[in-house]
């Protein structure tokens, strides 16, 4: 008897949002939503992840796409719903990429409303 054994497994990079929060002050001063992203690398075989590592956690704000480092001694408290305080966050980026700040969409410079929801944008 012969026995055929095909393994389909890797390591992959992934990224999810754990939280959404409402009506937060950006550091650009804005009232924004954002969202609380994990970021892990994981091995899976078949398809199935078997064990994470590498946890990274960043805060997106929507109105002006910055993202901030999440602190690891603050991770837990901003899952089970404290507020976020921005003072506690590492700012990694400032992406300015035109964002409506009503709905989220990708927009371009010369708009005046957006073309997705109807915002004033200036």
Known sequence: MMFFFIGIFGIQ???RVVKEFNNVVCACGSLSRAELIEEY???HFFFLPLFKWNKRYFIRFRCCNRIFKVPEDYVSDLKHGFD???DRLEEISKINMNI?????????????????CGHNLK
């Open 13 to 15: 990079d992934k990224q």
């Open 84 to 86: 976020i305080d921005i």
């Open 41 to 43: 690398t994981y091995f």
């Open 100 to 116: 409506c700040p009503n709905c989220g969409a990708t927009i371009e410079k010369s708009f005046l409303y957006c073309p997705y």
